[in-house]
């Protein structure tokens, strides 16, 4: 993986490291993440989240932007009828449009059952 790498690109090399088979590939999405760990067990707490189109290139849109002190960000591999779900439950007024979804991490009781999300680093 290298900063010319497209998302798509990383959605299948992800796929193969788990074991998983590419030709699923789009039923994934890559996101970008900005979140805080917080607790005494410093918990990942996910704010906001936007899927990367599929020729952004992830690592270079990561060196260009920071997130505001105390947050972090990074890349979570999540199907994509669950970031649809959690658009389609968001109204943004925010981001002037960008598709983020904020605060929805917070208002589940459960993970989802299928794949983990997984944090690419």
Known sequence: VTGSSGAR??????????GLSQLSAGQYALCDVIGRFQGPEK????????????????????????PREGFSRRLE???????????????????????????????????PEALPHQQLS
């Open 9 to 18: 690109e990383l959605v299948k090399e992800a796929l193969e490291r788990y």
């Open 43 to 66: 918990q990942w707490q996910t704010e906001g989240l936007r899927v990367l189109g599929d020729h952004e290139k992830p690592l270079l849109i990561q060196d260009l932007w920071k």
């Open 77 to 111: 591999l999540r199907r994509r009828a669950e970031v649809e779900e959690m658009a389609a439950k968001d109204v943004d007024t925010t981001t002037a449009g960008q598709s983020w979804v904020w605060g929805r991490e917070r208002d589940r009781d459960a993970p």
